[in-house]
T-cell receptor
Framework: SQKIEQNSEALNIQEGKTATLTCNYT??????LQWYRQDPGRGPVFLLL?????KEKRKERLKVTFDTTLKQSLFHITASQPADSATYLC????????????FGAGTRLFVKA | DTGVSQDPRHKITKRGQNVTFRCDPI?????LYWYRQTLGQGPEFLTY????????KSRLLSDRFSAERPKGSFSTLEIQRTEQGDSAMYLC???????????????FGPGTRLTVL
């Protein structure tokens, strides 16, 4: 069955450091992959999208890589700030022409001042 | 653009009762999704619509769950004969949609938190 795994443990880092979150998947060939941010009690907010034929995408302090051979995506936040503390969700989309979206369980990030 | 809205924000019901949730998508969006999320988990796909057509439905969705989008605008999700296991956050998202092979960014509403006693 299709499975997405994200760091199950919370990630604690010091302000100013780079946070790296991992998303691994099995039994799936997505058309593209997305990362979302979710704060407690709120809906997810879209951050970045990367297609299957792209290796890397950047947006301000965010960077996403996508390795379809390893079936893995890495999400980096550089110069992290306490305001970056949240849960980050990886989502896989499509692969068969449809738009069914499968989310990972998310990784909680805590950035300490 | 007022964003995706959901109503109610919170619902407490007794086991066995029926509940209905409403989602109003962003006005120009033709695709609408429903998800369920429990504590510590990511959103779990339930179903999605392209305009008024329901294109895919999760096998996890039992026959107690039904969703409609009659005019291709707002959508309702009904749960019949609620069970305690139905307690969760129910999220709605919408997107502009596009042809197969295009990308699709989803904008989420605040969710409806359901508690079944």
């Amino acid at each position: 069955s299709q499975k997405i795994e994200q760091n199950s443990e919370a990630l604690n880092i010091q302000e100013g450091k780079t946070a790296t979150l991992t998303c691994n998947y099995t039994n799936y060939s997505p058309a593209y992959l997305q990362w979302y941010r979710q704060d407690p009690g709120r809906g997810p907010v879209f951050l970045l999208l990367i297609r299957e034929n792209e290796k890397e995408k950047r947006k301000e302090r965010l960077k996403v890589t996508f390795d379809t051979t390893l079936k893995q995506s890495l999400f980096h936040i550089t110069a992290s700030q306490p305001a970056d503390s949240a849960t980050y969700l990886c989502a896989l989309v499509g692969g068969t022409g449809g738009f069914k979206t499968i989310f990972g369980a998310g990784t909680r990030l805590f950035v300490k001042a | 653009d007022t964003g995706v809205s959901q109503d109610p924000r919170h619902k407490i019901t007794k086991r066995g009762q029926n509940v209905t949730f409403r989602c109003d998508p962003i006005s120009e969006h033709n695709r609408l999704y429903w998800y369920r999320q429990t504590l510590g988990q990511g959103p779990e796909f339930l179903t999605y619509f392209q305009n008024e057509a329901q294109l895919e439905k999760s096998r996890l969705l039992s026959d107690r769950f039904s969703a409609e989008r009659p005019k291709g605008s707002f959508s309702t999700l009904e749960i019949q004969r609620t069970e305690q296991g139905d307690s969760a956050m129910y999220l709605c998202a919408s997107s502009r949609g596009g042809a197969s092979g295009s990308t699709d960014t989803q904008y989420f509403g605040p969710g409806t938190r359901l508690t079944v006693l």
